[in-house]
């Protein structure tokens, strides 16, 4: 199984500053029909389920804030808040859908600081 | 609009057996794949099983393996998980969700609320 890893387990960050959560793959999950990487990255709160934020690495999902970004390549990627907002507070799992089974990274948790 | 509703949670005593149900709506279910993913309290998200949108194909997590069995009756939109010789550490939240749609595997744009599964004696 391919494993996630994030880093940093948790982050408090002030209101309107940037945060950046790290994600790792054991391996490689390019996808080679379209040359992009498998990498999605979600949101989930409190009592909710999560939702889909990015997804190929960088491309925002229907309705998300462009204040969210996605971006890396080979195993490391990064989600970007560029300035955080109150509704933002959730923790945030990476997800590779190269491979089943589909592995999440262990999670994110976001703050203010 | 897309919904998804788990039902068949509840309280089962280790060893004993559970079907959850996905119903599903506001796309064309017989198009899509489905995914059940689970989140034990306070922790993670797991990938528990997929099905095929024919329920030709379908693959299982190694923790599952053997014990729970995934199917589908696109006749009524809804997906189920049948779940037996259930372990304390099946115990979560349960939840169906829906690949964007595309000819590659694809990550998860519609979730149900979920349903929780407690085993304990």
């Known amino acids: 199984d391919i494993v996630m890893t994030q880093s940093p387990d948790s982050l408090a960050v002030s209101l309107g500053e940037r945060a950046t959560i790290n994600c790792k793959s054991s391996q490689s999950v390019l996808y080679s029909s379209n040359n992009k990487n498998s990498l999605a990255w979600y949101q989930q709160k409190p009592g909710q389920p999560p939702k889909l934020l990015i997804y190929?690495?960088?491309i925002r999902e229907y309705g998300v804030p462009d204040r969210f970004s996605g971006s890396g390549s080979g195993t490391d990627f990064t989600l970007t808040i560029s300035s955080l907002q109150a509704e933002d507070v959730a923790v945030y799992y990476c997800q590779q859908y190269y491979t089943t089974p589909f592995t999440f990274g262990p999670g994110t948790k976001v703050g203010i600081k | 609009q897309v919904h998804l509703v788990e039902s068949g949670g509840g309280v089962v005593r280790p060893g004993g057996s559970l079907r959850l149900s996905c119903a599903a709506s506001g796309f064309t279910f017989s198009d899509y794949g489905i995914y059940w993913v689970r989140q034990a309290p306070g922790k993670g998200l797991e990938w528990v099983a997929y099905i095929r949108f024919s329920g030709s194909v379908k693959y299982y997590a190694d923790s599952v393996q053997g014990r729970f069995t995934i199917s589908r009756d696109n006749s009524k939109n809804t997906v189920y998980l049948q779940m037996s010789n259930l372990k304390p550490e099946d115990t979560a939240v349960y939840y169906c969700?829906?690949?964007?749609?595309?000819?590659?595997?694809?990550?998860?744009?519609?979730w149900g609320q979920g349903t929780l599964v407690t085993v304990s004696s």
């Open positions: 190929w690495t960088s």
């Open positions: 969700a829906k690949p964007l749609p595309g000819d590659y595997p694809q990550p998860f744009d519609y």
